[in-house]
T-cell receptor
Framework: TQLLEQSPQFLSIQEGENLTVYCNSSSVFSSLQWYRQEPGEGPVLLVTVVTGGEVKKLKRLTFQFGDARKDSSLHITAAQPGDTGLYLC????????????FGQGTRLTINP | DSGVTQTPKHLITATGQRVTLRCSPRSGDLSVYWYQQSLDQGLQFLIQYYNGEERAKGNILERFSAQQFPDLHSELNLSSLELGDSALYFCASNSGVAKNIQYFGAGTRLSVL
């Protein structure tokens, strides 16, 4: 069974600080996706990384896929209260149905 | 708006009952995935259908079943409900092509009392 360990589970910081969320596994994934989920809503895709070592930037968010395609990180620069939410990483299987394996999520709170 | 529609948004029922959750995928998507999200479990994959056929099964209980109809909408049937089945149930869809991202619906919140 493929597992994704996401850390930290909870993070509360002040506006303007930087933070990093990690997603680690012993399994290789064909791609890794980061979602953000608001209360009462479904996960909304932020980014997909496919190539080992790939780095993608989305404004103040930087996503990196590990060289071995087993881990990923999400770095937020100068966090703002609007960044508050549940962040989920999900790995897509290399073979078969390509179902997503989700991490437990990181509940991020940015205090003004 | 992801283009994936789930109904109903909320469902309250009693233990032992049976319910049906419905999902309409994005236009043109052939593959539908069902996930369960509990407070302490994160998102767990239940089952996938592709063009009407079951393609993959995850941690789906025998009390649960699903199907995909010719018009590609899908239903998840939950029977003999228990308190522990209370959760958010999400449907996602994509074209079924390898490495294609999944788009999620807003979910159905099931409360079993």
């Amino acid at each position: 069974t493929q597992l994704l360990e996401q850390s930290p589970q909870f993070l509360s910081i002040q506006e303007g600080e930087n933070l990093t969320v990690y997603c680690n596994s012993s399994s290789v994934f064909s791609s890794l996706q980061w979602y953000r989920q608001e209360p009462g809503e479904g996960p909304v895709l932020l980014v997909t990384v496919v190539t080992g070592g790939e780095v993608k930037k989305l404004k103040r968010l930087t996503f990196q896929f590990g060289d071995a395609r087993k881990d990923s990180s999400l770095h937020i620069t100068a966090a703002q209260p609007g960044d508050t939410g549940l962040y989920l990483c999900a790995g897509a299987e290399e073979q078969g149905a390509q179902k997503l394996v989700f991490g437990q999520g990181t509940r991020l709170t940015i205090n003004p | 708006d992801s283009g994936v529609t789930q109904t109903p948004k909320h469902l309250i029922t009693a233990t032992g009952q049976r319910v049906t959750l419905r999902c309409s995928p994005r236009s043109g998507d052939l593959s539908v995935y069902w996930y369960q999200q509990s407070l302490d479990q994160g998102l767990q994959f239940l089952i996938q259908y592709y063009n009407g056929e079951e393609r993959a099964k995850g941690n789906i209980l025998e009390r649960f079943s699903a199907q995909q109809f010719p018009d590609l909408h899908s239903e998840l049937n939950l029977s003999s409900l228990e308190l522990g089945d209370s959760a958010l149930y999400f449907c996602a869809s994509n074209s079924g092509v390898a490495k294609n991202i999944q788009y999620f619906g807003a979910g159905t919140r099931l409360s079993v009392l």
